[in-house]
């Protein structure tokens, strides 16, 4: 990977934190905390308590992969100032710059990153 392509990997990465943390904003209605927002979303006495709980369950799954993304983009722009970016993180191969180019943030080669997704569905969590 040439210096050109690290440019614009970081300038991808730095639009993806971005967005999403401006996607994140938008979905709380500002600066306004998530539980904040929950509470004004699902204190209406009309709603039934599995209504309540299940979208309640959807906001925290979803700020859970917001969270895990956020994570992952900012794990990737550490790689870039430790010289370690584009390297497997479990076996340290060189990742090839099409699968870089499709997902800036990948950590793993796709061979270790499927035994990873592997084990976590065989043991009930996430990878």
Known sequence: MNANDLSRLRTQLQNMRSGLLEQIAVQRGGVVSRAESAAERFGHPEDSPAQVATERDLAFAVNERETSELIAIDEALARMEAGTFGECTEC??????????AAP?????IPCQEKIEAYARSHGQHA
């Not at 340290?92 to 180019?101: D, E, S, W, Y």
């Not at 943030?105 to 080669?109: I, N």
């Open 92 to 101: 340290g191969v060189k990742l090839p710059l099409a699968r870089l180019n």
């Open 105 to 109: 943030d990948a950590a793993r080669c």
